[in-house]
């Protein structure tokens, strides 16, 4: 069954930032606002980030907020949450719902350059995420708080960034990452 949707979508895009992929310092905002009269509900989201460099460390910080401001988000137009740094412990948007407010504090240390000469600094980072979600599509178990954290060491090639990584939630759960190109 092929279905259709539509409305009007606003954004506003805003980026400082002096690199895309490992920025050193700069911030970013994204904004945007979507209203279905079809569907009958209104989405806002919010993508906020920044880095700060200070010597051989760079600290980072995002946070996401999406909710209805109407109605209920339909399952396809949800918040998805889960996999690298986007709380990495769970899987690949293994966490959809309503309502959510996501937060991860990172640093990272430049630890050389990336080899055979390949673009920019080789870094290792450590990440604390966290999430607060009203309502949760995909889970039974609808937890105050989804907690993650995440350890790697990832630079840029040609191809992109690269990422090798271990995400882990503080309740057992894990993830091993391998990441090639924008995601």
Do not use: C
Request: negative net charge; glycine residues 12%; hydrophobic residues 40%.
């Amino acid at each position: 069954m092929d279905e259709q949707y539509g409305g009007a979508l606003f954004s506003l895009n805003l980026d400082r930032r002096n690199r895309i992929y490992f920025p050193s310092h700069g911030w970013r905002g994204d904004i945007t606002f979507f209203d279905s009269h079809k569907e009958s509900y209104q989405k806002l989201s919010v993508d906020l980030g920044s880095a700060y460099k200070l010597n051989d460390f760079i600290f980072a910080v995002r946070t996401l907020y999406v909710s209805s401001l109407s109605g209920d988000l339909p399952f396809y137009d949800a918040v998805m949450l889960g996999g690298f740094l986007n709380l990495s412990g769970y899987a690949s948007n293994q966490i959809i719902g309503d309502d959510a407010f996501y937060s991860h504090l990172r640093a990272e240390r430049i630890i050389g350059r990336m080899p055979l000469g390949l673009n920019g600094d080789l870094r290792m980072g450590l990440a604390v995420e966290a999430a607060k979600l009203k309502t949760i599509y995909t889970m039974t178990n609808e937890a105050d708080m989804l907690d993650s954290g995440v350890i790697y060491i990832g630079g840029e090639t040609p191809l992109g960034p690269v990422y090798l990584g271990y995400g882990f939630t503080f309740s057992g759960d894990y993830n091993l990452y391998f990441k090639l190109g924008a995601f």
